[in-house]
């Protein structure tokens, strides 16, 4: 099995983290739900985070069988879709954002 993890560090911008996570939920997650074939789909929302360590207020986690699976998600629609409104979300809710992916296999 393989997870894939997308990290948004930065900063969200004041008094826009609950606009953001019902953006996140209504428009973003059920595209990411759509990466098939995925085996799990979890958005996680930063609660704690290190004191001098990079803030993480976003990470998504997607888990696939193989990385014939992953290759095929990578090339999804849903995909396409999601990694197209990107930019515009980024912009409308962070003041500073990275996005940082990493493959784990477990």
Do not use: C
């Not at 396409?80 to 003041?95: G, I, M, N, V, Y």
Request: hydrophobic share 40%; no cysteine.
């Amino acid at each position: 099995m393989l997870t894939k993890y997308a990290f948004f560090t930065g900063t969200v911008k004041p008094g826009m983290e609950d606009d953001m996570r019902r953006h996140v939920e209504s428009v973003l997650q059920p595209l990411w739900e759509q990466f098939q074939p995925s085996e799990q789909v979890r958005v996680l929302y930063g609660f704690e985070q290190e004191p001098n360590g990079p803030t993480i207020p976003l990470a998504l986690a997607v888990t696939y069988r193989d990385e014939t699976a992953m290759a095929q998600a990578m090339d999804s629609k849903a995909r396409h879709d999601a990694k197209a409104l990107l930019p515009e979300f980024q912009s409308r809710f962070f003041d500073d954002v990275t996005l940082w992916h990493y493959v784990f296999q477990h």
